[in-house]
Structures are given as C-alpha cells and as structure tokens.
C-alpha cells in the first residue's frame, strides 16, 4: 500500500476538478459553435463567439466543420 501526503492529494484533487470543469466548459462550446450560426452584429458578440471557438477547439480543431 502507498501512502500518499495529504497536500499531494489535495493537488491532485484539484487538478482532476479543473480538467472536469475544462471538458464541460469544452462540450457546451461545442454544442454552442456546432448549432448556431456566426453572428456578425455587434464587436463584443463576435469576440465573445470567437473566444466560444478557441474553447471548442482545444481539443477538437474542427469544431465548426
């Protein structure tokens, strides 16, 4: 049996809690991209619509296609 110290734990704990919130935050960008149209109205949506498709495209780089 490993012993592990509590604060290696604590870390590794939190880094399994950030990718988690990583994944989700990269699905629902997918799903965002992948069912709505690129919206060309104002400066801060389509900044705000870009930054969606860098997050979706972290993982995957053909979010859009």
């Known amino acids: 049996m490993i012993v592990v110290p509590a604060s290696v734990h604590k870390t590794a704990q939190a880094l399994q809690d950030f990718s988690t919130i990583i994944w989700y935050l ?7 991209i992948n069912t ?5 109205s104002t400066f801060m949506i389509s900044k705000f619509y870009k930054m969606l498709e860098i997050l979706a495209g972290l993982l995957t780089p053909l979010a859009k296609r």
Not at 26 to 32: D, K, S
């Open 26 to 32: 990269h699905v629902l960008a997918l799903l965002v």
């Open 36 to 40: 709505t149209k690129t919206p060309k």
